[in-house]
């Protein structure tokens, strides 16, 4: 009897309907399985797709994502055209799973996965069962790991911690803790847009209070500070519907925070501006309008000089060329730079000038060195003349979702070796490495535990002495002795 797989055994009627969706799928995604497939815009090829299909943006996103991943198994690729054996489900696991190789992901290597998976999907008996996502999850994890542990940590572990950390929208997580020392601390955790709306109510009470923002802290929490401040929370998002969100300070949301920010929406309209109507804005007032200050906050990230790390929203707005020389009013001409440094160039001990294809930064010195910074506004990628405006192509997003799936799990490695060795300056030394690599924010760090000092050691060993004389006292209570009792050793009773 010829080998198959159950989901196509003949004559049953349920496997042939499950073979006409693959077949459907097939026909919706096959030309993003080709090698070099181009995707000028990603966001809008999926909004096509999903529109037509009656789907949503996430599951075409899926699809288009998980065939791509076969334009690097031929082998494959080759099966999947010849049967159609495997649906969007599983192409979608084994291209998430692939995804934490990035770099690693050699010739050598993918032809080894290539080869093992056509024989993951080759049936071995008749009515065999077809490999599950989460089977191929796991045994894609197993190969990986003998490439570079690092990129294969405990998933329980990652779940454990998710669940720990991850709070529902609206809520926030807090401890205080003290030690016999004399210090103390406070931890609070949420989702991003509470904490965000928190930093953004922090710093207003800080401004009108002429505070720093760490005794504008101490101000709100201890009650000296009784105020109501309107609060902005700013957040970018492409015209495409279903577009994710950017929280400066925060990232992307993810489907869920997508759907959250939405819900959040409903209850409080925003104002919209519109930044491509921004871009080729002009004023006559010295003052750029809101529209041109949030797009060249988002632009630039931080403070433009070299080194400096002074968020945007904390700059002042240069005009490169003098508004009193005939410099305009317009983002062409405004950049971000902190005021400290936008002294040093007003007082024209410096100049610069931006590269209008890159957006590098190129300053010059009076001694005649120049120095190149990169905007690190997430906007920089998408307003350069070679990548217009919001557009991300086919294999921009792959390389997102590369560079995502291996930070997020090295972090997740550094902090399993954190609970072995608990090495805490070393774990956040290595998680700071990965954020600056990878220009991402890590959202599951450890939390320092704290240190087993002689005078933490002494209280601890005072509370169990209390809790074991508690104790005693309980036992004898609960015999029922009279009250003038002379409590020594307790009298047992014979069983005899």
């Not at 809101?290 to 929203?313: F, N």
Request: net charge negative.
């Amino acid at each position: 009897m010829n080998a198959y797989f159950v989901t196509e055994r003949e004559g049953c009627p349920i496997a042939a309907a499950g073979q006409a969706r693959r077949d459907a799928e097939f026909q919706m995604f096959q030309r993003y399985a080709k090698p070099l497939a181009e995707v000028d815009d990603f966001e809008l090829e999926a909004c096509s797709i999903a529109l037509a299909a009656g789907e949503s943006q996430a599951w075409a996103e899926t699809g288009i994502l998980g065939y791509s991943v076969l334009a690097d198994l031929p082998r494959l690729r080759e099966l999947q055209v010849e049967t159609r054996r495997l649906d969007v489900r599983r192409l979608s696991a084994i291209e998430s799973t692939l995804n934490r190789l990035n770099d690693l992901a050699t010739p050598d290597i993918l032809e080894d996965m290539d080869a093992y998976l056509v024989k993951v999907f080759t049936p071995r008996v008749a009515g065999a069962e077809l490999p599950s996502p989460s089977s191929l999850k796991r045994r894609l994890r197993e190969r990986i790991q003998r490439i570079d542990a690092k990129l294969a940590p405990n998933q329980k572990k990652i779940k454990d911690r998710k669940k720990e950390k991850d709070a529902p929208f609206g809520t926030c997580r807090g401890t205080f803790y003290g030690q016999d020392d004399g210090d103390a601390g406070l931890n609070v955790s949420g989702d991003a847009a509470t904490i965000g709306l928190m930093e953004r109510y922090t710093e207003q009470i800080a401004r009108e209070h002429k505070l720093s923002r760490d005794d504008a802290l101490k101000a709100i929490l201890t009650g000296e500070v009784k105020a109501t401040p309107k609060v902005v929370l700013y957040m970018f998002t492409s015209k495409t519907p279903g577009s994710s969100y950017y929280i400066p300070n925060f990232g992307w949301t993810d489907a869920d925070g997508t759907a959250t920010v939405e819900a959040m929406l409903e209850d409080n309209p925003p104002h919209v501006i519109d930044l491509d109507a921004a871009e080729g804005a002009e004023t006559e007032a010295y003052v750029p309008s809101a529209a041109m200050r949030a797009l060249v906050q988002a632009r630039d990230g931080t403070c433009l000089w070299p080194g400096c790390g002074v968020k945007a929203e904390n700059c002042q707005l240069d005009h490169r060329v003098p508004y009193d020389e005939g410099g305009k009013t317009t983002p062409s001409n405004l950049f971000c730079l902190c005021a400290h440094h936008h002294n040093i160039k007003t007082d024209r001990r410096v100049y610069y000038v931006p590269d209008p294809v890159t957006g590098d930064i190129v300053w010059l010195h009076a001694d005649g060195t120049f120095q190149v910074t990169e905007a690190g506004g997430f906007l920089t990628d998408y307003l350069q003349p070679e990548n217009p405006r919001w557009r991300t192509t086919l294999e921009q997003r792959r390389q997102q979702r590369r560079d995502r799936a291996e930070f997020y799990h090295r972090c997740h490695s550094v902090v399993e070796q954190y609970e072995q060795d608990r090495d805490y300056e070393t774990c956040m030394a290595t998680i700071h490495e990965l954020e600056e690599k990878f220009g991402r924010r890590f959202e599951y760090p450890p939390e320092k535990e704290p240190e087993l000092t002689p005078q933490l050691l002494a209280a601890l060993e005072e509370y169990l002495r209390d809790m074991a004389h508690e104790t005693s006292r309980e036992f004898y209570l609960i015999r029922d002795y009279p009250p003038d009792h002379d409590f020594q050793d307790p009298e047992v009773p014979s069983y005899a």
